[in-house]
């Protein structure tokens, strides 16, 4: 790629926002509302994160702080430590009778774990776990829907020190076979089944299929879920609820050591094949823990809802490693968002009196889509706090969410991170950042975020270049599972060891707040102009009749690419020319000339990953009548040929 310089005038559309102050009484009572972290963090990182490190329980101190040999990081080098220990042992005296997980399933029944709870459930998994012959380092894979057992499965390989990875139920048996076999796991966690939308799903059978394709996997733990009719494989398979019964209900945590690994996690594979990305257990324990607290403001009467599936690193940082760390009860919900209608995320909140509400921009577009009469039927005063991560969320879903759902008096954390670097990176602190709807604002305390060039040059405010993270941080990746070479050439390579890659564009405004431009692979050059998706995506976005919109780059023989947008209209909307007209109109006056699009397709829905991200790597195949690759990881993959044929219609 070529210098990386934006026109100035293409920028100037999100300059217009002004800056929302977080509500005073908000401020008050915030964990942390002096300005004055920043500072503190910036004059001394290590004395900073050495601090932090205090509020988690080690079993043996640290010897020393950081061991950095570029690209190489070691955090809290010498600690000995257990996660388990730290999401529950440590609260057991203070708080053994309080929630810790609240569980809706689909059909609205109810469980609950106290932390004694948990701390047995646990215990008794971890010692079955090793009566199957589990041992310390072994990989474990976690295969199941949202249910208490998967967090428990969790916590109970922390326990033992075997690490887990954990592999979105949603995803087809070849998906959960690659990933076993890249993990070579000899053990798999899973459930006879579970409901999506009033349906029974057969889990256990998808399993079996992966595992056919799978040579190394010994033992399948099952979960007996809805008590449905499954096929048990004799001396393979074996029922959770019959190994439990004979394991003891006390397991002495095994004491890990800060560098040793924690779990393991495939990205989303937006961009391209999944890497199995390595997390090890001191850091990410300090890094989850203390930006759980700061930025989603935990207290001790919350109750915390992330809407994130466990299949995801949002599940794993921000579900169980960082919330439960800080003692609070989480909520977690079995199914679908509009089953059995479209208010049932604003009834439980209603219900439940959930007072954090944490969740992607693709769900709060659905939100809009489905109108404002569903969360209206509800009363969501309980909230306090707002959070998206994922994807950019654009200035009009963000209003969306700021009015209707927040009631104008909670902060929004729009949180920038990534499965790569374990914890929150960017993002406002709720009780000290002024908001800015569309940008996650800052770099968290500690961190050095900057916008650089093909040659490491800061680019000045105004300007794209790529999203670099500049000092480690103690949540980092560690390497891709089984693939040094990968870590080293994805993150390290473009300047060098000591500057992470995050493959993201950005750019920052006068005010020093940062924007996510898009995947510096997305980014479309219209004549040697470089336009970032997300900007487009807001134009088109701020036009009434448009609940989301894509862009992607074509082929075209004057200017080298164009734009192509695909739009979802609101329901009532009508597809037509004129409406084409207008949307095109909106892109010249908000970006410019350079960017009218060559042509805008409607559509219900786009080619989007099971996490609900827009996988662009399709969208431009579409775009350019090319191979659509590999769409094993897309929710909706009958879209990419009706999409083809509709961009097909337009020549
Ligand atoms: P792959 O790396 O396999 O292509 P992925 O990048 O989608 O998949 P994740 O680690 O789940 O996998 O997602 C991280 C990415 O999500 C970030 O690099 C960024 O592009 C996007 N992202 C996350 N949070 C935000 C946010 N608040 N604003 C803008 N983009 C975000
Ligand atoms: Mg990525």
């Known amino acids: 790629m070529g210098a990386w310089i934006m026109e100035e005038t293409i920028e100037s559309k999100l300059e217009e926002y002004e800056l929302i102050n977080p509500p005073e009484d908000f401020v008050k009572q915030a964990n942390i509302n002096d300005p004055e972290v920043y500072k503190r963090a910036e004059d001394n990182p290590e004395k900073f994160w050495e601090e932090l490190a205090e509020h988690i329980d080690w079993f043996e101190k640290w010897k020393r702080v950081l061991g950095w040999e570029p690209p190489h990081a070691k955090w809290f080098v010498g600690g000995k430590l257990n996660a388990s220990y730290n999401c529950i042992d440590r609260h057991i005296n203070k708080r053994g009778e309080k929630t810790a997980i609240l569980w809706e399933g689909e059909k609205g029944d109810i469980r609950k774990y106290t932390y004694n709870e948990l701390l047995e459930a646990t215990s008794r998994f971890a010692n079955a776990l090793k009566n199957q012959g589990v041992e310390k380092g072994d990989i474990v894979t976690i295969y199941m829907p949202m249910i208490p057992e998967a967090v428990i499965a969790m916590l109970a390989c922390a326990r033992i020190g075997a690490p887990h990875s954990v592999v979105f139920a949603g995803f087809s048996a070849d998906a959960l076979a690659d990933r ?21 799903l057969e889990h256990k059978n998808k399993t079996d299929e992966g595992i056919s394709k799978a040579e190394t996997v010994e033992k399948v733990i099952v979960v007996n879920h809805l008590d449905n009719e499954i096929e048990i494989k004799p001396g393979r398979d074996v029922w959770w609820h019959e190994i439990i019964e004979s394991a003891d209900s006390t397991c ?61 690193i949002t599940g794993h940082s921000y579900i169980v490693y960082g919330p439960l760390s800080n003692g609070s009860t989480i ?48 009363d969501l005063s309980s909230l306090r706090l707002l959070g998206t991560v994922g994807e950019p969320i654009n200035p ?82 560690r390497t891709v599972y089984g693939d040094e070479e990968r870590f080293i050439n994805t993150y390290w390579s473009k ?131 090319k191979d ?16 083809k044929r509709k961009v097909k219609e337009l020549d």
């Not at 209603?350 to 889509?369: G, L, Q, S």
């Not at 009749?545 to 909307?573: M, N, P, Q, R």
Request: with cysteine; charged share 25%.
């Open 180 to 200: 076993i076999n890249n993990a070579e796991s000899k053990y798999v966690i899973t459930t006879d089944g579970y409901y999506r939308r009033g349906k029974i």
């Open 252 to 312: 002495e945590p095994e004491k890990m050591d800060s560098e040793d690994m924690l779990f393991l996690m495939y990205t989303s594979g937006t961009t391209g094949s999944p890497k199995g990305i390595v997390h090890t257990t001191g850091g990410y324990m300090v890094g989850t823990h203390v930006t759980a607290n700061w930025v989603f403001d935990l207290k001790e009467d919350d109750i915390y809802w992330c809407s994130a599936d466990v299949g995801w």
């Open 331 to 378: 909520f977690m919900y079995e199914g679908a968002p509009d089953y059995p209608d479209k208010d049932r995320f604003w009834e439980m909140i209603e219900k439940h009196k959930i007072t954090i509400f944490y969740t992607a921009p693709t769900a709060v577009r659905a939100f809009m889509k489905w109108g404002s009469e569903w969360p209206e039927k509800h």
């Open 396 to 477: 009009d879903p963000w209003w969306w969410y700021y009015k209707n759902i927040g009631y104008e008096k909670c902060p929004i954390v729009d949180t920038w991170w990534q499965t790569e670097t374990g914890m929150i990176l960017i993002t406002p602190l709720p009780g000290i950042t002024p908001m800015k709807p569309g940008s996650p604002t800052n770099p968290f305390p500690g961190i050095k975020a900057s916008v650089l060039d093909d040659e490491g040059n800061k680019i000045e405010p105004g300007h794209g270049g790529y999203l670099a993270i500049e000092r480690p941080w103690p949540s980092m990746i």
């Open 495 to 625: 300047w060098g060891p000591d500057k992470y890659m995050t493959e993201d564009a950005a750019r920052l405004d006068n005010d020093n707040y940062f924007w996510i431009l898009g995947r510096v692979d997305d980014v479309i050059n219209v004549a040697g102009h470089r336009l970032g998706t997300m900007e487009l995506e807001s134009a088109l976005e701020s036009h009434p009749d448009v609940v989301e919109a894509a862009v992607e780059g074509i082929k075209d023989e004057i200017k080298g690419e164009a734009v192509f947008g695909y739009v979802i209209l609101s329901s009532g909307s009508k597809e037509d020319e004129k409406l084409k007209q207008e949307l095109r109109d909106k892109i010249v006056k908000d970006i410019g000339p350079i960017a009218k699009p060559k042509g805008i397709v409607f559509t219900d829905d786009l080619p989007k990953t099971r996490s609900g991200k827009i996988m662009r790597r399709i969208l431009k195949a579409i775009t350019n009548n």
């Open 628 to 643: 659509e690759g590999d769409t094993s990881t897309l929710q909706n993959p009958e879209i990419v040929d009706e999409l």
